[in-house]
């Protein structure tokens, strides 16, 4: 017995010092941050857990191979190593506040915010405590002041002048072309309904016909709507929805006769969170002639470095697990600037000074041209005064089923804030 | 509060008192000098944390009146508190109003738009009166996103931060300090007015309003009072919230924060203001270790399985206190604290 019992013990001390030699980390001495809150749970939950895919995809590859991205020859510092921190605001924003105090306890120097509800409830608080964010939140009419939450695809008004732009320089008939808002009846959905985007749409040659709200989920088709846009023989129809709501649309639409392809000649046209690729991946050749601006390269499209990046990075890190949603490539796009502020502050500031103020003014502020291998319309570029990262609109089509870059155009930044 | 064996009360102002001994004269005063100390001791988040859950315990207060004392449930109490909160960020951003006098404004805004959406009351009960106060928080709402030029619509209303004499309650600290001391008046109000003539006219309503009404209790006029003070109550915690974040948007305000209030009461006892108290601290607390576990468990699962957990571990324990508390934390702690006054020997023992 006395020797089963020596035997036990002698085991329990090998085991415990066997996990303590795993578990030290002799590698790193120096660790950053980087995340922030997710929406995980609500109405971006699917895409947030794909955004969330792409910051640890991207964080295992900076700890491993020191390397940015592919395409670039800057490296991180070898000493230090990356970590993920990041909580589920539930899309709460006074959930949003208690996690930014928790992770800014921790030692956070940089952060995020998932939406705009966050984002606009703790903007003034990320700016009196020096935090740069990238966020998923609406563009700098709202953001500013102050300047520290980074944003990177177009606002929703930019977004819809980008498909306006397109459809007039491809318009052949003599008369004005009659355009039409379409759009959720929610507070998404409204922010286009504005002065400012009808009056553009006037300005380039429209002939501005009304407004028609379908419910963000539709539960039942938007005939009626449809009817009217029908009746007032309208040419372009464009609107802020999201797939649940786009999808059901155009199905009817095309039940209809309305559509590019169809008798009554129609293109409806939405920006970003009616993403074409997802469109696309659920309707087919059904979804043909559906116009979104602002959103990513679907995850298909291997011949852009950006996406062939995100394949590469899943192959790796979880093959047979791909996230083929496109908001990983938003998860990979933020986890880069915010490494890549890291990256610039620790040039002008040793690691040991370094605070979240300078990271915004030395990191955030110092992104210019920042190239994402193709995954935003353009290049990033920050600074005081210039939260808005790209300057174009990318311009996708569904043809054929697949989904057909048009172009990009210029942002116009069209709303400011009164 | 219940008083050691032994003492017994001598005249009306005795039997009246809330607090009767020295020692819990003591002990609240210990506990008031804890309390607003915390900014020297306690971090940011801690602050963050508690301040959340003060507001969270004034609103909690107010629909305890209405629905706990005077029995007329509301799940519209998170509207409420967008009345408040829009109509001191009105006055204040619009106006330039000082905070001491949108406060009280927005508090009565909410008040206004309680006795509003609380007319059906009088015809309509239970069931019927959810969804009534539901429909209550959706054209709330709808305003506001409709007034663009008032509210802000989708976009918001920047709000200053509160000042007080010529100080701006800027700082975490100073701005929990501010939360709790509406909290602990809200507190002590509410204890106050269930002790009323219109309090114990509420616990009749709400016991039976036909038996209520035949004793000679006008339901028209308590239904509406119940409604106006549980929303002054919604519309200074409304107000506090928009002005800790500076900020006024219906994204403050989610249909689901009603109902979570209705939880607090549940867990906490409903007809108790020991138990909104106790409702409001425990599920925020909740709130905030499924946040922290989140990760954790997203690591060893997946990252969906923190997906909605927050909306789960609600649920569940509302479900639980239901089955197996239905009196909520107050009826515990009263256990509890009865069990510490008859030690060392019981009531039976004694006998």
Same mark, same amino acid.
């Given at each position: ?38 929406? &995980? !749970?609500?109405?971006? $939950?699917?895409?947030?857990?794909? /955004? ?5 995809? *991207?964080? %295992?590859? =900076? ?118 808002? &379409? !759009?959720?009846?929610? $507070?998404?959905?409204?922010?286009? /309904? ?5 009056? *553009?749409? %006037?300005? =380039? ?214 | ?351």
């Amino acid at each position: 017995m006395a020797r089963n019992k020596l035997a036990l013990i002698a085991c329990l001390v090998i085991a415990v010092v066997a996990l303590s030699l795993f578990t030290v980390r002799s590698s790193y001495a120096k660790t950053l941050y980087v995340g922030g809150t997710m929406a &995980l !749970t609500g109405a971006y $939950a699917e895409d947030t857990a794909a /955004v969330l895919a792409g910051y640890q995809d *991207y964080v %295992k590859y =900076v700890n491993e191979t020191k390397n940015l991205a592919p395409w670039r020859n800057e490296k991180f510092p070898s000493d230090i190593s990356l970590e993920l921190l990041w909580r589920d605001d539930e899309l709460k924003p006074p959930k949003a506040l208690s996690i930014y105090e928790e992770l800014k306890a921790k030692g956070m120097l940089v952060f995020r915010c998932s939406g705009s509800p966050q984002a606009l409830a703790l903007k003034d608080r990320l700016f009196e405590d020096g935090f740069g964010a990238p966020s998923m939140a609406t563009g700098p009419y709202l953001l500013t002041p102050p300047q520290s939450v980074f944003t990177y695809y177009p606002i929703y008004t930019d977004s819809l002048a980008a498909v306006a732009d397109w459809f007039m320089e491809n318009w052949k008939e003599k008369r004005k072309p009659r355009v039409a808002y &379409l !759009t959720a009846d929610n $507070a998404m959905g409204r922010s286009i /309904v504005v002065p400012e985007l009808t009056n *553009y749409l %006037k300005k =380039v040659g429209y002939e501005f016909v009304g407004t028609q709200f379908v419910p963000l989920v539709p539960t039942s088709p938007p005939t009626t709507q449809l009817m009217w846009l029908k009746k007032k023989k309208v040419d372009l129809a464009l609107g802020v929805m999201i797939n649940p709501g786009s999808q059901p649309t155009v199905k009817e639409m095309v039940r209809l006769g309305m559509g590019p392809n169809q008798p009554y000649k129609i293109v409806f046209g939405v920006p970003a969170p009616g993403h074409t690729a997802v469109f696309a991946a659920a309707m087919g050749k059904l979804g043909d002639g559906y116009v979104c601006a602002g959103s990513f390269p679907p995850m298909d499209q291997l011949s852009i470095p950006g996406i062939k990046f995100c394949n590469d990075l899943q192959n790796k890190y979880h093959p047979g697990k791909q996230v083929t949603h496109i908001m990983y490539e938003a998860g990979i796009i933020e986890a880069m600037t915010q490494t890549e502020a890291l990256r610039l502050a620790m040039q002008k500031v040793p690691f040991e000074k370094l605070t979240p103020r300078a990271v915004l003014e030395n990191g955030f502020y110092r992104i210019k041209g920042l190239e994402t291998g193709g995954m935003t319309s353009t290049p990033l570029t920050y600074g005081k005064g210039d939260i808005e990262g790209i300057d174009k609109v990318r311009v996708d089509q569904v043809q054929n089923g697949k989904v057909v870059k048009l172009g990009s155009w210029p942002c116009r930044h069209l709303y400011k804030r009164k | 509060m219940g008083r050691q064996r032994g003492t017994f009360l001598e005249n009306y102002a005795q039997d009246m008192a809330i607090i009767r001994t020295r020692l819990q004269w003591a002990m609240l005063f210990i506990f008031l000098l804890l309390l607003f100390s915390c900014p020297l001791f306690l971090s940011d988040r801690a602050l963050t944390v508690m301040t959340m859950i003060g507001i969270a315990v004034i609103s909690v207060h107010g629909l305890n009146i209405l629905t706990g004392y005077c029995g007329q449930i509301s799940i519209g109490h998170a509207g409420f508190m967008a009345v408040g909160g829009y109509t001191s960020a009105i006055l204040s951003a619009k106006l330039g109003w000082p905070f001491w006098a949108t406060l009280p404004c927005g508090a009565l805004g909410a008040g206004v738009a309680g006795l509003i959406f609380g007319l059906p009351s009088l015809k309509i009960k239970g069931f019927y009166l959810i969804m009534a106060t539901i429909a209550a928080h959706f054209i709330i709402v709808w305003l506001i996103l409709q007034l663009y030029g008032l509210t802000g619509g989708g976009d918001g209303l920047a709000v200053s931060r509160p000042e007080i004499a010529g100080f701006t309650v800027k700082s975490k600290g100073s701005y929990f300090c501010l939360v709790m001391a509406f909290a602990c008046l809200a507190t002590y109000t509410a204890q106050n007015i269930v002790r009323t003539r219109a309090g114990r006219a509420f616990v009749a309503i709400r016991d039976n309003d036909l038996a209520a009404e035949v004793m000679g209790i006008n339901l028209w006029s308590y239904k509406l009072q119940a409604f106006f003070i549980g929303c002054v109550y919604a519309g200074v915690a409304g107000v506090l919230l928009v002005h800790y974040y500076a900020f006024a948007s219906v994204d403050l305000f989610p249909f689901m924060d009603s109902v979570w209030y209705l939880g607090m009461l549940i867990v906490g006892g409903m007809g108790s203001t020991l138990g909104a108290l106790f409702g409001a601290i425990a599920l925020k607390l909740l709130d905030e270790l499924v946040t922290v576990v989140g990760p954790g468990l997203s690591a060893i699962v997946a990252p969906q399985a923190a997906a909605s957990m927050g909306l789960i571990a609600h649920g569940l324990v509302i479900i639980i206190f239901l089955i197996f508390e239905p009196r909520g934390l107050a009826h515990r702690w009263e256990l509890v604290g009865a069990y510490f006054r008859l030690w060392p020997f019981s009531h039976e023992e004694r006998e």
